[in-house]
């Protein structure tokens, strides 16, 4: 526990209050399911680019990456590359078929495309498998972060960082959700990337924080990674973001194709800009404090061991607003799994507008609170947690995205054996304890494409009234 500034107070009721605002705003603005869902699919490519980033980068970015560079220096960032390779493909393949088939849900595509209720409802089980793993890690993040701050415990921190996450999100829908992501970009982007020559003159300057960390561990600035580990991490990022269902979900809120290419454009700017800063401060912070109990805390110290009261009290801002964001969105993808993929169309399919909403407000509060418990388990660190639910995500839903929209020979049976081949061999890979030294994305991702392929070429193929939303030669 640390001597928190009064300071810190005021600029967190006000970010509090901002947030909720825009969530009582999306409310009132909400007319119906398409409004609370995909936010009457109204959202221009600057609000979706820095919703695209704000929801990728969460607490695994702010918290699990700056403490994994922290913890192991400098060459970790190459995950990076692997990320953005997901995000071309997302922009090329992906993206503009997505947009323009006008779903309100990802299990809509899964149920549209293959023609198959099962294949929808086993995508939007995996979903919800794949981000309570998610939010699990969100929620460990912002336990550390108040039991380091104000010395609660730490499942009450947990229940703080959802709490007020599900006030605006239950209130405000998809809308709330991009314009806090909006707000939330850019306190994470520019608060990092302004503080680095502060925190660096406190370190001694670069040329001081490069020797120190030389002298401590050579591969701090060498290679702490090796080929096989960083190629597993790139692999898990990139196959999990050129189909995650929380970036596809927000697909539908924008407004054209063209967005989305947009969108995904501006959403570069922000990744990069954090990527680079969280790199840096990461090792700056490593120099000034070289043992910590986790690495867990590093971004929460900085923020208030070493940062002036207004910075540091920005900086834990920045790193709530990437949890929140993360929570808010996933939130949204998972309770809309339930309410329109298992309520509306499987067991009261002639439910009303207004009814479908209630159940997906209901939704949102029992799926955000259930991972409360997980995360008092605190199974790994924040980084690692979010790298095994990327390795799930990919391994059960690349294959059914990537290649059912740009293969028309893909059915219902090839997606079906796909997502649970692909979702169970990286699950048991990764309790194998990685085998030859790969992540479990990459025998999961690999199952799951030849699977996709040899089943749907020894399967009856979907009527072409299901191809023609995604495929525009077909009639």
Not at 150 to 156: L, N
Not at 185 to 198: E, N, Q, R, T, W
Not at 397 to 407: D, I, K, P, S
Request: hydrophobic share 55%; charged share 10%; net charge positive.
């Amino acid at each position: 526990m640390f001597e928190v500034s009064s300071t810190f107070y005021v600029v967190l009721v006000i970010y509090f209050v901002v947030i909720l605002g825009i969530g009582i705003w999306a409310g009132r603005t909400n007319k119906d399911s398409e409004d609370f869902l995909v936010a009457g699919r109204s959202i221009g490519p600057l609000v979706g680019g820095a919703a695209f980033a704000a929801t990728q980068m969460s607490a695994g970015t702010f918290v699990g990456t700056l403490g994994v560079h922290y913890m192991t220096g400098g060459s970790f960032l190459w995950i990076w590359a692997g990320l953005w390779m997901g995000w071309l493909v997302a922009a090329t393949l992906v993206g503009p078929k997505f947009q323009s088939f006008k779903g309100l849900t990802v299990p809509d595509y899964v149920g549209t495309r293959f023609n198959s209720k099962a294949a929808r409802a086993i995508s939007a089980l995996l979903i919800l498998i794949a981000y309570t793993v998610l939010l699990t890690a969100q929620y460990q993040a912002g336990g550390n972060i108040f039991q380091t701050l104000f010395g609660i415990p730490f499942i009450w921190g947990a229940i703080i960082t959802v709490g007020i996450t599900l006030l605006y999100t239950m209130k405000g829908g998809m809308r709330a959700t991009a314009y806090s992501d909006f707000v939330q970009a850019v306190i994470m982007a520019g608060c990092f990337f302004a503080v680095l020559p502060l925190l660096f003159q406190e370190a001694g300057g670069s040329e001081f924080v490069g020797k120190f960390l030389t002298e401590l561990n050579p591969k701090i600035t060498g290679w702490h990674f090796g080929f096989k580990d960083l190629l597993g991490f790139g692999a898990s990022f990139g196959f999990a973001m050129a189909a995650a269902p929380y970036e596809l979900a927000r697909m539908y809120t924008l407004r054209d194709k063209r967005t989305v290419k947009l969108a995904i454009g501006f959403s570069f700017i922000f990744q990069a800009i954090v990527g680079i800063s969280v790199a840096a401060a990461g090792m700056a912070v490593r120099t000034l404090f070289p043992y910590m109990a986790t690495p867990d805390i590093a971004s929460t110290i900085m923020a208030i061991n070493i940062m002036p009261p207004v910075i540091g009290s920005l900086i834990i801002l920045a790193i709530l607003s990437a949890i929140m964001s993360t929570v808010s969105g996933v939130m949204m993808v998972s309770a809309s799994a339930f309410s329109h993929d298992f309520y509306a169309t499987m067991i009261k399919p002639n439910a009303t507008d207004q009814e479908r909403i209630k159940v997906n407000r209901i939704a949102i509060l029992v799926l955000g609170i259930i991972p409360i418990f997980l995360a008092l388990k605190k199974f790994d660190i924040v980084q690692f947690i979010v790298t095994l639910q990327a390795s799930l995500t990919a391994s059960f839903f690349f294959a059914t995205v990537v290649l059912g929209l740009n293969w028309k020979r893909g059915t219902a049976a090839g997606a079906i054996v796909s997502m649970i081949l692909g979702f169970f061999t990286a699950l048991f890979w990764y309790i194998a304890g990685k085998p030859f030294g790969l992540s479990e994305v990459i025998p999961g991702v690999a199952v799951s494409l030849l699977s996709f392929v040899i089943v749907s070429l020894f399967t009856k193929p979907v009527p072409k009234e299901a191809l023609q939303p995604f495929f525009d030669d077909v009639t």
